[in-house]
């Protein structure tokens, strides 16, 4: 049974930096895409960045620039660089990885002055 754990999310002020960790447990394949989503109260559920077994990535607009979406394959591990955070960015953060169609349980970021 495949698991995704997420930690890293906190209070930042706007213009800090964060990194999200987000790890797999179970059986894997390596080629499986990973990435990460985000919910802010009262919005629906959007695609931040994914990354793809090759390694090709893919950000939204609105954090193109600022974040950046990395892996570890040997430890099963996808991260989200965030910098220049703005109060805009302030959400749930939720890890997926889309071959097995699972969701980590979130991490909350604020970003507030």
């Known amino acids: 049974q495949v698991q995704l754990v997420e930690s890293g999310g906190g209070l930042v002020q706007p213009g800090g930096s964060l990194r999200l960790s987000c790890a797999a447990s179970g059986s894997i394949s390596s080629i499986s895409t990973m990435g990460w989503y985000r919910q802010a109260p009262g919005k629906q559920r959007e695609l931040v960045a994914h990354?793809?077994?090759?390694?090709?990535?893919y950000y939204a607009g609105s954090v193109k620039g600022r974040f950046t979406i990395s892996r570890d394959k040997g430890k099963n591990t996808v991260y989200l660089q965030m910098n220049s955070l703005k109060p805009e960015d302030t959400a749930v953060y939720y890890c997926?990885?889309?071959?097995?169609?699972?969701w980590g349980q979130g991490t909350q970021v604020t970003v507030s002055s």
């Open positions: 997926k990885i889309w071959a097995y169609d699972v």
């Open positions: 990354i793809t077994g090759g390694s090709s990535t």
